[in-house]
């Protein structure tokens, strides 16, 4: 306190309208070197000495004797001090005072740093007899029902509160009991607890709900109860003093169903599931009867109008709840889309745009009765008497209502409980929202892979196949597995599954295009391994695209198996770049998986893929998978594997019936991951349907190589196919004696179609080109082009084979 402090004390002093005197305290400050700072009026009536007598001087000065160093050393930690204090007064007396000493401890300084400020009163008590009569004023009007009761557990005084809460006058309640004041079972509670404050004189704490006389509905209480002992200690009676917690009680309730909405509503992305999730929550701790209702436009994911609804509101019901088994108070069954009138609760909400407590009246039951006759004998039925409607809004879209009904419970809505139901509801509706979004680009990403994968799969000579792709849960989403059978030349067929990582739309367009780039390599007749190698840069080149495209950074990848079979040599050959291992089952039924040697996934980039060459008996079944079949969270790989070898291993009718059993038996009804499934039993055509002759490397040869294709077309049958034959043979023999090496092959397959296939020593491709009027050759590929269906080349280990192929009529 500073001179000019002490001056402000000394005119407050003078304020005679003030009550509280100002000068009654002595006040002084004193800075931690023990210089006095500020002196007031109070402390100038205590001691005489005026202020400039005092501020800039030693407060030691003022002590009637000098402190001991022992004596002040605590006072440099303590942060208050008090006790008796002997003072020498300005005309030499001594003086002994009361005093209270607190520092003063700045903000950022060490503790010991701050100054002191001491106070001393300066106000005779009064008599004891005042203090009783001020102790019993104090106790009438305390903010808290409270109550005196003796060793006899009767009540002896009540102040005024209590005579509120009980709604009797204390002259009523005096020298009854606490069971015979309030009849009721926490009456009796109280007074056990009485009687262990009596005994034991440790104060008793009790928490109440009570349903008071007079009051519309339960109040919880946190009562105490404490012994009075007299001067000696013993215990004269039990003061009980109760507070209302209800609000708080209430309040926590509120905070409780709200952290339980944020953990329970939402638990899936399954729209219908999430809206039941919030009736649930709600019953019984906010509502008797609970209802929500969505908007038909959301249906499907698409976005409602703006604006209100128009009239009458329709609305499909997603969900309801009921404290009632069976949930009797509902007229419209979930799924179904009924009608709202404009005076509903529900409808009116959404033409106001805000939550809305409406109280059930007869006239307006009566309004309804003649518009939904049904729902209006409800409500009369079972007693509704509050309503509170809120609209059920997500990013600014309205998805639809929620309507919260009381009819057991005897309290309304209030404006505590709009405020809750607005907020559990938004929760609710921000995961509706995310639902239905998610249920759009789920429906997106199906149609796109729908239309990437093959709508049906067409007839082969080397293969009859059976197939299956099983989109992922909803809360997984639509993954990248594809599959694919590619005619390849020769009557050879090649088996392709792959899985891209990752879900969604991203891993569905990634899936297309690995599917394309998978077709377009087949069509080139690259070997399995060489194919991966091509597909292992592609994947590697989409990534880094991804890459600079947008802020994508972790990478592309994929895994895939590759398989071409030739029904002619029954071989097939095998690559995978990091993929299951293919399984085949033989005629006789035993299931193995291929050892086909592990490539990495793609996308890596850098190692070699190998491929594992393997004869297949006639009949064999060789399945193709992604790893969704066989992998499961909690489950080794292993456990996956023996399942399939054993469902494979049963006898079915068809492929297709061993496809459903692979998958009813392996899968769970919500699969975690995509499934692309592939079965593929290996036909073989014998010497009766190929015929294959060597051809001398020498012009003249070609004519009888001519005659042998047209003795082996009379055996099939096929004379109608001699002549177009013939030119084919004789172009591509003569091409291949010209342009090639020896060895040269003539090779005739009877397949479906007729293919004529000429292999050479020779690694050089023929190409189409156009000849000039009077060029001598050049016309003769451009021949084979247009009298085949389709004709091309591929490549071999010891040179090429040029092919083509031709429709046979249908009566061959």
């Known amino acids: 306190m500073t001179g000019s402090d002490a001056a402000g004390d000394d005119r407050k002093a003078r304020r005679s309208s003030d009550p509280v005197d100002e000068a009654g305290t002595a006040r002084a400050t004193v800075d931690p070197h023990g210089i006095v700072t500020g002196w007031s009026e109070g402390a100038r009536r205590l001691l005489g000495f005026r202020s400039e007598e005092v501020v800039g001087r030693p407060v030691a000065r003022l002590l009637a004797e000098e402190p001991s160093a022992r004596a002040l050393l605590p006072l440099r930690t303590l942060p208050r001090w008090n006790g008796e204090v002997s003072l020498r007064h300005r005309d030499g007396h001594r003086l002994t005072v009361n005093l209270l000493a607190h520092r003063r401890e700045p903000d950022g300084e060490e503790a010991g740093a701050g100054a002191w400020l001491l106070v001393s009163s300066m106000v005779r008590p009064a008599p004891p007899t005042q203090d009783d009569a001020l102790v019993m004023w104090a106790f009438a009007r305390s903010p808290s029902a409270t109550a005196l009761y003796d060793t006899g557990l009767r009540l002896r005084r009540a102040n005024a509160d209590m005579e509120r809460v009980i709604g009797l006058p204390e002259a009523a309640m005096r020298g009854l009991r606490v069971s015979e004041i309030v009849v009721d079972p926490e009456g009796h509670r109280t007074e056990q607890c009485m009687r262990r404050a009596l005994q034991t004189g440790e104060q008793q704490d009790l928490r109440q709900t009570l349903h008071m006389v007079g009051h519309d509905r339960e109040s919880i209480w946190a009562t105490t109860l404490t012994p009075v002992p007299d001067a000696e200690g013993r215990v004269r009676g039990v003061l009980l003093s109760a507070h209302d917690v209800t609000e708080e009680h209430l309040a926590r309730g509120r905070l409780a169903l709200l952290n339980d909405a944020s953990v329970r509503i939402g638990s899936t992305l399954d729209l219908a599931r999430t809206a039941q999730e919030l009736a649930d929550v709600a019953v019984p701790r906010f509502a008797d009867f609970v209802t929500v209702d969505l908007l038909p436009a959301i249906e499907g994911g698409d976005d409602p109008p703006t604006g209100p609804p128009p009239s009458p509101v329709m609305l499909r019901r997603v969900a309801n709840q009921s404290v009632l088994e069976g949930c009797p108070e509902a007229v419209v069954e979930p799924g179904t889309l009924a009608a709202y009138p404009d005076e509903s609760p529900a409808a009116e909400c959404l033409a106001v745009d805000r939550p809305l407590i409406r109280k059930v009246t007869e006239p307006a039951i009566d309004k309804w009765a003649s518009q939904v006759p049904e729902r209006a004998d409800r409500v009369r039925r079972y007693g509704f008497h509050s309503v509170l409607a809120v609209p059920m809004r997500a990013r600014g879209i309205t998805l639809g209502v929620a309507t919260f009904s009381r009819h057991q419970r005897p309290e309304p809505f209030e404006q505590d409980d709009l405020l809750l139901g607005e907020e559990i509801t938004a929760r609710a509706a921000v995961c509706i929202d995310n639902a239905r979004r998610y249920t759009r680009e789920r429906r997106t990403s199906l149609t796109l892979q729908s239309s990437l994968l093959p709508q049906r799969l067409p007839p082969q000579a080397a293969v009859d196949v059976a197939s299956r792709y099983l989109p992922a849960s909803a809360q997984a989403g639509v993954g990248g597995d594809w599959f694919d059978v590619i005619p390849l030349s020769g009557a050879r067929v090649a088996l392709v599954v792959g899985d891209v990582v990752g879900h969604g739309i991203q891993a569905s367009a990634t899936m297309g295009r690995l599917r394309t780039a998978v077709r377009t390599l087949a069509d080139v007749d690259l070997p399995p391994d060489e194919l991966l190698t091509h597909l292992d840069d592609l994947v590697i080149h989409l990534s880094a695209e991804a890459e600079r495209a947008a802020d994508f950074t972790g990478g592309i990848g994929a895994t895939c198996l590759y398989a071409v ?248």
């Not at 190998?610 to 064999?620: F, K, N, Q, V, Y």
């Not at 043979?729 to 092959?745: C, D, F, K």
């Open 565 to 812: 079979y030739d029904p002619v040599s029954r071989l097939c050959t095998l690559a995978r770049a990091g993929h299951p291992l293919p399984a085949l089952t033989t005629p006789d039924g035993t299931v193995e998986f291929l050892d086909v040697p592990a490539g990495p996934p793609l996308g890596l980039g850098g190692l070699p893929f190998e491929a594992a060459e393997i004869e297949l008996p006639e009949g064999s079944v060789l399945t193709l998978y992604t790893d969704g079949l066989v992998e499961a969270r909690g489950h080794d790989i292993d456990e996956g594997l023996d399942a399939l070898r054993a469902a494979l291993a049963r006898r079915t009718g068809s492929l297709e019936d061993t496809c459903d059993t692979v998958l009813r038996t392996l899968l769970p009804e919500r699969p975690a991951d995509d499934v692309a499934l592939l079965m593929a039993r290996t036909r073989a055509l014998d010497a009766a349907h190929v015929a294959t002759w060597d051809v001398p490397s020498d012009p003249a040869s070609v004519a009888e190589t001519r005659k042998n294709a047209c003795r082996q077309l009379d055996v099939w049958g096929l004379d109608e196919a001699a002549f177009v034959t013939e030119l084919i043979v004789s172009e591509l023999v003569t091409n291949a004696i010209r342009y090639g090496g020896p060895p040269i092959q003539l090779r005739l397959i009877r397949d479906r179609n007729l293919i004529c296939e000429v292999s050479d020593a020779s690694s050089t491709a023929p190409h189409l080109r156009r000849a000039r009027t009077f060029d001598e050759g050049g016309r003769g590929l451009l021949l084979v082009a247009q009298l085949t269906q389709s004709w091309g080349s591929r490549h071999t280990y010891t040179g090429k084979t040029i092919w083509a192929e031709q429709e046979l009529p249908a009566s061959s």
